[in-house]
Nanobody, 127 residues
Framework: QVQLVESGGGAVQAGGSLKLSCVFP???????MGWFRQAPGKGREGVAD????????YYADAVKGRFTISRDNAKNTVYLEMNILKPEDTAMYYC?????????????????????WGQGTQVTVSS
């Protein structure tokens, strides 16, 4: 069973920084990895994704210049470094991997179809 495990969320003040981590199984080393978020009362939205070799990335306009996605395939880990955080960044952040079953849980974004999901880590930014 494919399992993605996020960590690194927390509560920070506006202008602060956090770095999220997601550990994935070795079988996903060749997969596009991404980060999504969902704020209360809103739909899930893509934040950033990165191709397996790190040669292609995609960012949502709302986070460009503030967030950076990276990955270390040797450690089976993908990261999301978040700087200059804003209250509107408050959300549950989910790690995702491309592939998996093409069903209701699949989301197409940033050039890939994401079918594997973590449980999420909460990020809260206060003003």
């Amino acid at each position: 069973q494919v399992q993605l495990v996020e960590s690194g969320g927390g509560a920070v003040q506006a202008g602060g920084s956090l770095k999220l981590s997601c550990v994935f199984p070795s079988i996903l080393r060749g997969s596009v990895m991404g980060w999504f978020r969902q704020a209360p009362g809103k739909g899930r939205e893509g934040v950033a994704d990165m191709w397996a070799r790190g040669d292609r990335t995609y960012y949502a306009d709302a986070v460009k210049g503030r967030f950076t996605i990276s990955r270390d395939n040797a450690k089976n880990t993908v990261y999301l470094e978040m700087n200059i955080l804003k209250p509107e960044d408050t959300a549950m952040y989910y790690c995702a991997a491309a592939g998996g079953p093409d069903g209701p849980a699949s989301t197409y974004w940033g050039g890939a179809r994401f079918g594997y999901w973590g449980q999420g880590t909460q990020v809260t930014v206060s003003s």
